[in-house]
């Protein structure tokens, strides 16, 4: 059963470094979605991509975050410069269309800033 | 600003029994209220959804009734196996991509 992969697991990094969080969505999905789930919190949507370009973003997606479709396969995630409050869990969504339609998500990735 | 309020935070039932979750919003222009389930380790996955134009909707054991009047939904799961033990997030939206999400169900069945 075709699932969205993310790497890595678990990354760890130092506040002010950059960090990129990666994910592979379902091969013939075009929509892509990031959302993070801080420690014993809600999941909270960060934006939606679609056609490369960003389609919708939450207040929470400022300029310090950038998301990039660099090839056929991979979407991915960059915080340019990481503070302690980043530390959360990022899931990555795919779906094969907009609009209510079920979006798969990956297993996440576990960032911890310190 | 809470969008989506879910509770219970934990529950805990025994095989067998049911299972209610419970979700009440406020934004009237929500249209899509779907149910995601999470096991330990893995994403959410998505278990069922439902729009206002139904008050109810089942998938095997597992229900969805909605009261758009009170803007509430729930989940209930029947004859809750130990299998179900996972936590479970509502979640609404007004454009079918952005989810705002509740806080998450704990919910532990017991053999």
């Not at chain 1, 959302?35 to 207040?59: A, C, D, H, P």
């Not at chain 1, 340019?80 to 998500?105: G, H, P, V, W």
């Not at chain 2, 809470?2 to 419970?22: A, D």
């Not at chain 2, 969805?64 to 509430?72: E, T, W």
Request: aromatic share 14%; charged share 20%; with cysteine.
């Amino acid at each position: 059963e075709p699932e969205v992969t993310q790497t890595p697991s678990h990354q760890v990094t130092q506040m002010g470094q950059e960090v990129i969080l990666r994910c592979v969505p379902i091969s013939n999905h075009l929509y892509f979605y990031w959302y993070r789930q801080i420690l014993g919190q809600k999941v909270e949507f960060l934006v939606s991509f679609y056609n490369n370009e960003i389609s919708e973003k939450s207040e929470i997606f400022d300029d310090q975050f950038s998301v990039e479709r660099p090839d056929g396969s991979n979407f991915t995630l960059k915080i340019r410069s990481t503070k302690l409050e980043d530390s959360a869990m990022y899931f990555c969504a795919s779906s094969i269309a907009a609009s209510y339609n079920e979006q798969f998500f990956g297993p996440g990735t576990r960032l911890t800033v310190l | 600003q809470q969008q989506v309020k879910q509770s219970p935070q934990s529950l805990i039932v025994q095989k067998g029994g049911i299972s209610i979750i419970n979700c009440a919003y406020e934004n009237t222009a929500f249209d899509y209220f779907p149910w995601y389930q999470q096991f330990p380790g893995k994403g959410p996955a998505l278990l069922i959804a439902i729009r206002p134009d139904v008050s109810e909707k089942k998938e095997g054991r597992f229900t969805i009734s909605f009261n758009k009047s009170a803007k509430q939904f729930s989940l209930h799961i029947m004859d809750s196996q130990p299998g179900d033990s996972a936590t479970y997030f509502c979640a609404a939206s007004d454009t079918g991509n952005q989810f705002y999400f509740g806080t998450g169900t704990s919910l532990t069945v017991i053999p």
